[in-house]
């Protein structure tokens, strides 16, 4: 959506106490925005193509309808099938979750097994909503994932540096 705020750079977590992670404080912002009355909650869903989550605010998940529209009249277009019921559970069975001051959250258990995240997360920006990767499945990825990659295992390091600080 043309002026909204957008999710830019990337983040590490590793869960803490409580089985919580924490997301990368410039995200924050950024779904306060993008959430109806500037709650802080993220929503999470398996992705699609990868074996990662998708984590968004109230804007993104306010486009489904359209989504499903778009998608429908491309498979037409394209002379494939098109699932509208089961593009409708893929989209609307999200888990949203509420984050504190610090960016403290939980990851539901259904949710770290769909994108295989044990105790390490990569979170990494994409426009309008982000990517939370386990470490090694980003790894397994092609070269095109190749600065992602980088960036994460910079990004892991400190993060396990600082929880080794504590």
């Known amino acids: 959506m043309a002026g909204q705020p957008i999710f ?18 410039k995200f924050r912002p950024v779904l306060k925005d993008k959430n109806h009355g ?14 990662c989550l998708i984590g968004y605010g109230d804007d993104y998940s306010d486009q489904f309808a359209e989504m499903i529209e778009q998608e429908k009249r491309e498979a037409r277009e394209d002379g494939v099938p098109y ?3 089961l593009r409708k559970t893929q989209l609307y069975n999200d888990v949203t979750v509420p984050f504190d001051n610090g960016g ?11 994108a295989k995240i044990d ?6 920006s994409a426009g309008e909503i982000f990517l939370v990767w386990a ?4 790894y397994a990825m092609g070269d095109e ?18 929880g080794n600080r504590k």
């Open 8 to 25: 830019r750079g990337q983040g590490a977590s590793i869960q803490r106490d409580k089985n919580r992670f924490v997301l990368p404080a």
């Open 38 to 51: 500037g709650e802080s909650k993220v929503s999470f869903n398996k992705s699609p193509q990868w074996t």
């Open 83 to 85: 699932d509208v019921m």
């Open 104 to 114: 403290r959250f939980v990851m539901p258990p259904s949710l770290l097994r769909a």
């Open 119 to 124: 105790d390490q997360a990569f979170f990494l």
């Open 135 to 138: 470490p090694e499945q980003l």
């Open 145 to 162: 994932w190749d600065m992602a990659k980088e960036n994460c295992r910079d990004e892991m390091a400190a993060e396990l540096a600082k």
